[in-house]
Nanobody
Framework: QVQLVESGGGLVQAGGSLRLSCAASGRTFSSSTMGWFRQAPGKEREFVAAVRGARTYYVDSVKGRFTIARDNAKNTVNLQMNSLQPQDTAVYYC???????????????????WGQGTQVTVSS
């Protein structure tokens, strides 16, 4: 059974940093796409970042502030978030695809596995 478990969320002041981790079990995702999405109250789930092979992808609002990285040996994917702003407040979800997604990395419905989410709250 495949499981994705996020950790690292919490409360931080604006300008601060957090590092989210997603540990996968049940299969390896070294050749697949792994990503992070977020959902704020009353809003739709939004793509944040993804990694496919050596390529990384980001939504424009986090470029230069967030960094996604995978550790294939540990079957994990991390999201380093710097210069956090109140608008980054959301539940963050880790996602993984069974196969590489090509250029469709920002589409939530393309992912096969999801974590339970971790809350990130940024205070002003």
């Amino acid at each position: 059974q495949v499981q994705l478990v996020e950790s690292g969320g919490g409360l931080v002041q604006a300008g601060g940093s957090l590092r989210l981790s997603c540990a996968a079990s049940g299969r390896t995702f070294s050749s697949s796409t792994m990503g992070w999405f977020r959902q704020a109250p009353g809003k739709e789930r939004e793509f944040v970042a993804a990694v496919r092979g050596a390529r990384t992808y980001y939504v424009d609002s986090v470029k230069g502030r967030f960094t996604i990285a995978r550790d294939n040996a540990k079957n994990t994917v991390n999201l380093q978030m710097n210069s956090l702003q109140p608008q980054d407040t959301a539940v963050y979800y880790c996602a993984a695809s069974a196969t590489p997604l090509g250029t469709r990395v920002s589409f939530a419905h393309e992912y096969d596995y999801w974590g339970q989410g971790t809350q990130v709250t940024v205070s002003s």
